[in-house]
């Protein structure tokens, strides 16, 4: 039966949908006959958006005891009730507004039997509901990795029920951690300001717990657990994880298709702001899948070195964007608005920052700070950093032994983290790449810059002309930022000089475009076309 489902819903990969749910779900499910035994609901989706609703089952699960709970940590036998169908009502209600379907990851069985939302050992009592809990917790980690895989980046949220405040949503991330990636790369606001998950449930009625724009901690019983801390990005990754823990009013059967519906318009407006639009994939397809290539400028100017010249070809090399030159006139006259992505190439960063002048700069800024990406390659890098008078401070980085940066050249081993292998899509941890004395990047910690990520760090050195040894390695090697709406990726080392490694710019541009195509699909009524077209 699962193979019939299949093929009818090749789009949604329907795996299991507990029996006892059939009744409740929407049309296009009706054929989806399931197994009678499924103990947990999951589908694929077409969305970056995970739900997660563990503690919702009503199901026994055969030849399983209920679980006496000696000697685990806030034991909890009861259900979330109606959590559920509300998840299956919410992912009905994002796919007509998103026009596609979340993953849902749905326990079937009772949490007498089997607790997912905790660590192995005190969630089961016997062989038989482990592999319940298996099962759940193998869905979650695939949807996981295939959000980061298609998207680069994405949110779950794990559904619960409070019985504290009956009309309230408390939000659960371990006060910011489980949301890390979320908010290093846009900002606190996406936690806890008005275009939060929480600003947008506020919006739409619901009060939220800690309140919006509170600095507020997170209510101890209901600030994350075992899910959201395993699969968000409290230690590492771009996956974001939020619980919500709703009160007992808003899972109520008369409330349920509400609720659900208010759900998904905060999500909905959640996503529009701030998730992936489209997969990779489809941008990479050289043009085939997208018609509009990536417009990107590279400045050629003073302080450009030789290896402009390999980064221009590099880029004849990828389909998807469409290249033009710079001048730092052409950037002071107000060139930048009709283009995604600036490129600031090898070279000398003081000579590029003074060529361009405050003038120059002060464009740039603003191209990035509306939504425009930056990639800064070795010079460009120090022209990003926020570390001299002349440099662009969109990237939160000071450069580290300033004073010996004429350290030599020659290929390096760089590690990449998972956000670098995601955003460079590198199936290798560790590559091998040309460095040419690019800057040695470390946080800069100011305060109005939001923090970067890492993306690389120097696992091997180059220590000539006197610098001191040991001092690189460890160091950042590739960097992404926001700055604005827009994103900055920094590289010290010389993707576009290292052979096999040209494709690591082209996903560089993708990643540094991704804001510039979302304001543009978003808000196609405020671009003023004679500003900002080709
Ligand atoms: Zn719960």
Redesign the pocket.
């Known amino acids: 039966m699962a193979q019939k489902v299949k093929m009818l819903f090749k789009a949604l990969h329907v795996i299991v949908v507990c029996g006892l749910f059939l009744a409740s779900l929407g049309s296009h499910h009706a054929a989806a006959q399931s197994k009678p035994d499924s103990l947990v609901t999951i589908e694929t989706g077409e969305l970056p958006i995970i739900l997660s609703a563990?503690?919702g089952g009503r199901d026994a699960i055969p030849g399983v005891l209920e679980r006496q709970g000696e000697g685990v940590d806030l034991f909890n036998p009861r259900s979330?009730s109606g959590t559920d169908h509300l998840t299956e009502k919410l992912a009905d209600a994002l796919e007509k507004r998103l026009g596609k379907r979340p993953y849902i990851v749905i326990a079937c069985f009772h949490r007498k039997y089997v607790d997912a939302?905790r660590p192995k050992g005190d969630a089961y009592e016997s062989e038989k509901a482990k592999s319940a809990y298996d099962t759940y917790h193998q869905a979650l980690a695939k949807a996981r990795r295939d959000v980061i895989r298609r998207w680069g980046h994405g949110i779950l949220f794990d559904i619960?029920?409070q019985g504290a405040k009956p009309k309230a949503i408390f939000r659960g991330t371990q006060n910011g951690k489980t949301a890390t990636h979320l908010v290093s790369r846009f900002g606190r606001e996406t936690l806890c300001g008005e275009t939060s998950v929480f600003g947008q449930l506020a919006k739409q009625g619901f009060p939220a717990i800690p309140a919006v724009g509170s600095t507020d901690r997170e209510h101890l019983d209901y600030d994350g657990g075992y899910i959201v801390i395993t699969y968000g990005s409290a230690s590492g990754g771009t996956l974001d994880a939020i619980q919500l823990e709703l009160g007992r009013e808003l899972r109520s059967s008369e409330a349920t298709t509400s609720t659900a519906s208010k759900l998904a318009n905060a999500i909905t407006a959640f996503a529009n702001e701030y998730l992936p639009k489209a997969e990779q994939g489809a941008e990479v397809n050289n043009g085939k899948q997208r018609t509009e290539k990536v417009r990107v400028g590279v400045y050629r100017d003073a302080g450009a070195g030789p290896s402009v010249k390999d980064l221009m070809g590099a880029l004849r090399r990828f389909d998807g964007a469409s290249v033009r030159e710079l001048t730092a006139d052409d950037i002071r006259s107000g060139r930048l608005s009709s283009l995604d992505v600036l490129i600031q190439p090898g070279g000398s960063g003081g000579g590029q920052g003074r060529h361009l002048r405050e003038e120059g700069r002060q464009e740039i800024r603003k191209f990035i700070r509306e939504g425009g990406g930056y990639i800064g390659i070795c010079a460009g890098a120090y022209l990003a950093s926020a570390d001299y008078p002349w440099s662009l401070n969109v990237l939160d980085a000071k450069v580290i032994d300033r004073k010996h940066w004429v350290r030599g050249k020659g290929t390096v081993d760089i590690a990449l983290t998972d956000v670098g292998q995601s955003i460079l899509r590198s199936k290798e941890q560790q590559l091998a790449i040309f460095y040419a004395q690019g800057p040695l990047l470390a946080p800069g910690n100011h305060a109005d810059i939001a923090d970067y990520e890492t993306m690389a760090t120097f696992k091997t050195e180059i220590a000539k002309n006197g610098a001191p040894e040991g001092i690189m390695k460890g160091t950042t090697a590739i960097a992404p930022g926001s700055y604005g709406r827009g994103r900055v990726i920094c590289f010290s080392p010389h993707p576009e000089m290292t052979k096999g490694l040209e494709t690591l710019v082209h996903y560089a541009i993708i990643h540094a475009n991704q804001n510039r195509s979302q304001k543009q699909v978003l808000q196609p009524v405020e671009r003023n076309p004679d500003a900002s077209n080709p």
Request: proline share 17%; net charge negative.
């Open positions: 563990p503690h979330d939302n619960h029920g």
